[in-house]
């Protein structure tokens, strides 16, 4: 008899999201499982429970998928789940991290890029870079190649995510920049031909002066759907849209890429029960998830 499909969600909120839990049934999950206030500590049993339940060979038939408002906390749990799985004997299945749609918003935008610009080589600023997606944005961008700059008010902590990115792409070419004042923002949008605003919602990073003064400017990604927008002059459905010279994409413009790779990403867990997916691997799935 088949194994009907199982997500089992930990997700370190009170109240599990029915958002992620929606999505998992669009993509394909025959049940969802969900478990709120997930702790490191409470891991160990709830990976037990999903791999001792079923032999090895029906095991791609359960999957675990990580997410939360609160990226951080969900980050701790990822190596706790790998580290109670057994693959030396086949019980292991496989596992998403997303929380706060984090690895899916960061992939969404990056696709959006590159379909526009050769990311090798080319020089982008990411504002807002020290948050769960600026971050993730400015690692696929180094991945790839690009030359990146990582914004933040703060160049301490722009210099600490540029630190964790070349630890794990030692070629990686990543530099810290302060955005505190005006001018800090022109110099750093110098030569840029990419800037993707991943700030906080409601906090405006890019002014449009600022904008239509960068001449290397080619594409312009504000992920922010809160007014005021992330980058002033953008439309939250912005999708492509030439604004002055430079094609913008807005948060809903972004969003529907982002959701087609969220299922993708589902889906794929049910194909075997050995991956783990994070921001490189949900990635790596937004070309054949989104047609292009």
Do not use: W
């Not at 590159?114 to 807002?128: F, I, W």
């Not at 600490?160 to 955005?179: H, L, M, T």
Request: charged share 20%; hydrophobic share 45%; with cysteine.
């Amino acid at each position: 008899m088949d194994r009907r499909s199982i997500l089992i969600q930990f997700d370190t909120d009170p109240q599990p999201s029915a958002f992620d839990r929606v999505v998992a049934i669009d993509a394909g999950a025959d049940e969802v499982f969900s478990y709120g206030g997930v702790t490191p500590e409470q891991v160990r049993n709830l990976v037990h429970g999903a791999i001792f339940t079923r032999g090895p060979k029906h095991l791609q038939r359960t999957a675990i998928f990580i997410g939360g408002s609160d990226v951080a906390a969900a980050e701790k749990l990822l190596p706790e789940v790998r580290k109670h799985m057994i693959p030396q004997f086949g019980l292991q299945v496989s596992v998403l991290l997303d929380a706060n749609g984090a690895n899916t918003t960061a992939a969404a935008a990056i696709h959006a890029a590159v379909s526009h610009l050769n990311p090798d080589g080319a020089r982008a600023l990411v504002l807002g870079g020290t948050g769960p997606v600026g971050q993730r944005v400015a690692r696929l961008l180094a991945a790839l190649g690009a030359q990146v700059r990582v914004g933040s008010r703060q160049t301490s902590r722009a210099a600490a995510v540029c630190d964790a990115i070349r630890a794990k792409y030692n070629s990686a070419r990543v530099e810290p920049v302060g955005v505190a004042s005006d001018d800090d923002l022109r110099q750093a949008l110098s030569g840029c031909a990419l800037v993707v605003a991943a700030g906080a919602a409601g906090v405006q990073l890019l002014p449009r002066a600022a904008r239509t003064a960068a001449p290397d400017l080619k594409v312009a990604i504000d992920l922010n759907a809160v007014p005021p927008l992330g980058i002033e002059g953008v439309e939250v459905t912005d999708k492509a849209a030439e604004r002055d010279g430079v094609l913008c994409y807005g948060a809903i413009g972004v969003g529907d890429a982002k959701m087609k790779i969220h299922k993708a990403a589902i889906a794929r867990l049910f194909e075997s029960n050995n991956q783990v997916l994070d921001a490189e691997e949900v990635y790596a799935l937004a070309g054949k998830a989104t047609g292009q």
